[in-house]
Structures are given as C-alpha cells and as structure tokens.
C-alpha cells in the first residue's frame, strides 16, 4: 500500500482518483500523518461481538511488549482513522478535495550501491529483539494463533513433531508474496489469525512479506517453527523472507540499501538451494506515492539490475510490493531483455490482475473505486541447469473475516513455479 516508513518528516500521500461519470476527478482529503501516509480511515461499527475491537494486550497475550501500541510502540507508524461507519462513506463523499494527481488506473544509476553482506548458515534464523514472555503465557494467549496455522484441535503435539504436507512436489516451487499491513491497529488479533491460516494451508516453500512490524514477526517466529526467517530491519515496519526448512536451504542473504530512499526502504536477497538447484530470492517494497514516482523508479533499476547481476546458475525470482502503475514501466522502456513478469508470462489472467481494488477491499474505506497491480513478481531464468516455469497465479486473502475486515488492504499472491530442462 502507498505508506511511508521511519522519516521525521511527514508528507501528504494521496492514491490515484476515480473518474466520475461527469468526467471530473476527485479523491479523498489528503491527511499528513507522521509514519504510514494515506487516506483517513473510518472506524468500522462491529456488528459481531466475537470479533470486537481488542486490546493490544489481549491480542497477543504477553508475548511481546506493548505490540502495536499506538502511543509506545511505534508512534509515528500508525494510520489515521476518522470517526463514522461504512454507512457515512456516501455521505463524506462530497466534501472531498479536488486531486491533482494522474486519473490513471491500471486497466488495461549511476550511484553505488551500499551492501550489508550477512553470511548465515543454513540452520540460523534471524530473530527480532523482541521481547518474550513466560512459555506458559505464551501458550495460553497464542492458542488460537497456533491453531490457526497448525490446523490442530490441541497443543498436545509440539511443532517440531509435526509434519505438515507441502503443497509443492519434488520438481515445483511455491512462493506467496505478501503485503500483509502489519501497521493497521484495527482488529489485529483476528487479522494476524487469518495471515497464520492462509501461510499454515498453502505450506509455501518461499514466503516474501511486505510491511511486517516486530509484533507481527515475533508471533510468526513462535508458531511457524518449520520456516526460516530473514528480515531487512529490526524496528518499524520492514520486509522478511520465510524459507520452508524441510524444502529450502538458505545459503547466504544480503541487504541492499537504496541510498536515496526517504522511506527507509531496501532489498532483501536470500541465496538458497532447493531439490539442489539453486536459486536467488529477492524481495522489497519500493517508495510509495505517486510524488515518488521517480525515487521508485531509481529503486526498480537497482532491483533489475542486482537480478541481471545474480550468478548466471541461478534462477533469480523477485516478489514483493512495487507501487507499481504500469505507465511507469512503459517510461523506463519495459522490461530489461531477460527479465520476465510472472503474470505477463501467465497470459495476464484477469482474474488475478489487480492485487490492491477498493473496489471490493474497503479496509480503509476509501470511496473512490481503485484498482492497481502493485504487487509483482519478476523471474530471470538460470543460462544453464534447470528452468522454472510459471504454472499458475492466484489472489489469496480475498475472503472478509467475521470482524469485517480482510486480512490486508492487499490480496497476496500465491504462485506456483515448475521446473524443468534447460
């Protein structure tokens, strides 16, 4: 989603408008708020009690501090709400500004760069410094969650015990990529619950999350024992690799600074080995804004050009939130030779085009219909061993939860890769 990360600054971020039928353009009121940028959202009237508002405590127990918290945690990373109702959208939706921004929708370097080189062994997890509570405490408050992802009817098997199926075979590659809004405080029990059972049914090889926050990544950690976790930061809000231990072996990882972001972003590569092929794992979350078109830009050079560098045995996929409009593409001259879109490779399937759609995600109850593809996946093939394909592309976290909202203001993806002779 258009955000902005750890800055002392503030700026006023804005999504492209609608069109309305009279021709004119308008957008909601732009809201300056210090951390993640974007419209004001409205406070959803609950109308399941099971699914009422809870506490940042009650949601996960004492097994971080202060997770989330607005005032404490992280107090310039929050989104701003408004009071009102799904109800009052219609009515609000006159006093919105007129937006001087592009009415687009999707339809149809010479700098270096700076390197945090990390060579991790294969059986080393990178951990958050987030603080843990007792083990009890822990069980009892993150019971639901571990049910959630294991698919058990008790906490009588411990997790190195199980053995959950894969959903890949031998000669297939999975990979969900995922913007999962970690810094969306509304009904983040039941959201965080919701992300644990899509990641515990699909098992995926590689997981490539966008917009995860400590909380967030300290709960995953406790109950996703099987996958091996790299992250690109430790405070704020920032991205991470899960590897499926079973399937995956890490071999190296590496950050990639963007020396000239204002939103701390950056790209997080993993070096890995899968059924012996190996492969280069990227993911990032470029600069948000349409005013950042440019500084996106500088970051998608970097992101094709660290693939086009990878060692030419490697198979390099890039998954991860672009902001992406596909005009801005087309202004860098296309896609580099070699370097392919997943979804284009797949015959762009409608059905799976746009991975951000007010249209139907009201997450942050923006009235305007806007429907944008900012979430891709880019794949370079290896000169020699095997290849992999793309067999099949589809949105996941399209149900809305019982608490009336969807897990993330993003569909993730859930692709499927097959390899095979060069």
């Given at each position: 989603?258009?955000?902005?990360?750890?800055?002392?600054?503030?700026?006023?971020?804005?999504?492209?408008?609608?069109?309305?039928?009279?021709?004119?353009?308008?957008?909601?009121?732009?809201?300056?708020?210090?951390?993640?940028?974007?419209?004001?959202?409205?406070?959803?009237?609950?109308?399941?009690?099971?699914?009422?508002?809870?506490?940042?405590?009650?949601?996960?127990?004492?097994?971080?501090?202060?997770?989330?918290?607005?005032?404490?945690?992280?107090?310039?990373?929050?989104?701003?709400?408004?009071?009102?109702?799904?109800?009052e959208k219609s009515?609000?939706?006159?006093?919105?500004?007129?937006?001087?921004?592009?009415?687009?929708?999707?339809?149809?370097?010479?700098?270096?760069?700076?390197?945090?080189?990390?060579?991790?062994?294969?059986?080393?997890?990178?951990?958050?410094p987030a603080t843990?509570?007792?083990?009890?405490?822990?069980?009892?408050?993150?019971?639901?969650?571990?049910q959630a992802y294991?698919?058990?009817?008790?906490?009588?098997?411990?997790?190195?015990?199980?053995?959950?199926?894969?959903?890949?075979?031998?000669?297939?590659?999975?990979?969900?990529?995922?913007?999962?809004?970690?810094?969306?405080?509304?009904?983040?029990?039941?959201?965080?619950?919701?992300?644990?059972?899509?990641?515990?049914?699909?098992?995926?090889?590689?997981?490539?999350?966008?917009?995860?926050?400590?909380?967030?990544?300290?709960?995953?950690?406790?109950?996703?024992?099987?996958?091996?976790?790299?992250?690109?930061?430790?405070?704020?809000?920032?991205?991470?690799?899960?590897?499926?231990?079973?399937?995956?072996?890490?071999?190296?990882?590496?950050?990639?600074?963007?020396?000239?972001?204002?939103?701390?972003?950056?790209?997080?590569?993993?070096?890995?080995?899968?059924?012996?092929?190996?492969?280069?794992?990227?993911?990032?979350?470029?600069?948000?804004?349409?005013?950042?078109?440019?500084?996106?830009?500088?970051?998608?050079?970097?992101?094709?050009?660290?693939?086009?560098?990878?060692?030419?045995?490697?198979?390099?996929?890039?998954?991860?939130?672009?902001?992406?409009?596909?005009?801005?593409?087309?202004?860098?001259?296309?896609?580099?030779?070699?370097?392919?879109?997943?979804?284009?490779?797949?015959?762009?399937?409608?059905?799976?085009?746009?991975?951000?759609?007010?249209?139907?995600?009201?997450?942050?109850?923006?009235?305007?219909?806007?429907?944008?593809?900012?979430?891709?996946?880019?794949?370079?093939?290896?000169?020699?061993?095997?290849?992999?394909?793309?067999?099949?592309?589809?949105?996941?976290?399209?149900?809305?939860?019982?608490?009336?909202?969807?897990?993330?203001?993003?569909?993730?993806?859930?692709?499927?890769?097959?390899?095979?002779?060069?």
């Amino acid at each position: 989603m258009e955000d902005k990360s750890n800055s002392s600054q503030s700026h006023t971020c804005s999504e492209e408008p609608s069109v309305s039928s009279n021709g004119d353009v308008s957008c909601p009121v732009d809201i300056k708020v210090e951390g993640k940028t974007g419209k004001k959202k409205k406070k959803k009237n609950k109308k399941n009690s099971s699914c009422q508002k809870k506490t940042d405590s009650e949601c996960f127990g004492n097994t971080v501090k202060d997770p989330l918290s607005q005032s404490q945690q992280m107090p310039n990373q929050n989104k701003n709400r408004s009071a009102g109702s799904k109800q009052e959208k219609s009515k609000n939706a006159s006093a919105r500004s007129t937006c001087d921004q592009s009415t687009q929708t999707e339809s149809s370097q010479t700098q270096s760069v700076q390197t945090q080189s990390t060579q991790t062994p294969p059986d080393q997890s990178t951990h958050s410094p987030a603080t843990e509570s007792k083990p009890t405490q822990t069980i009892m408050s993150s019971f639901p969650l571990h049910q959630a992802y294991w698919g058990k009817s008790s906490m009588d098997v411990s997790a190195s015990e199980q053995k959950p199926q894969s959903c890949s075979t031998s000669n297939q590659l999975t990979v969900i990529c995922w913007n999962i809004d970690g810094l969306d405080p509304e009904d983040v029990f039941a959201r965080c619950k919701g992300l644990l059972s899509h990641l515990g049914k699909y098992r995926a090889d590689v997981v490539l999350l966008q917009e995860l926050v400590p909380p967030y990544l300290s709960q995953l950690q406790n109950i996703m024992k099987d996958y091996e976790f790299l992250q690109s930061s430790q405070e704020g809000y920032f991205t991470g690799i899960l590897l499926r231990k079973d399937r995956v072996q890490l071999l190296e990882s590496n950050i990639v600074k963007y020396p000239t972001t204002e939103m701390g972003r950056n790209l997080l590569i993993a070096k890995v080995s899968i059924s012996g092929h190996p492969l280069c794992i990227m993911t990032s979350h470029l600069e948000s804004c349409k005013a950042s078109s440019q500084e996106r830009l500088n970051q998608l050079r970097r992101v094709w050009k660290w693939m086009k560098e990878a060692p030419q045995d490697h198979t390099v996929i890039f998954g991860g939130d672009t902001n992406l409009r596909d005009w801005e593409v087309k202004k860098l001259g296309g896609l580099p030779d070699g370097i392919n879109d997943v979804w284009e490779m797949l015959g762009e399937p409608e059905e799976s085009r746009y991975t951000w759609d007010t249209s139907i995600n009201d997450n942050n109850e923006i009235p305007n219909s806007i429907r944008l593809r900012f979430d891709r996946l880019f794949l370079r093939q290896a000169a020699e061993g095997a290849r992999l394909q793309p067999e099949t592309m589809t949105l996941i976290g399209l149900e809305k939860l019982k608490c009336d909202y969807f897990i993330s203001d993003h569909w993730g993806i859930l692709c499927t890769l097959l390899f095979g002779s060069a």
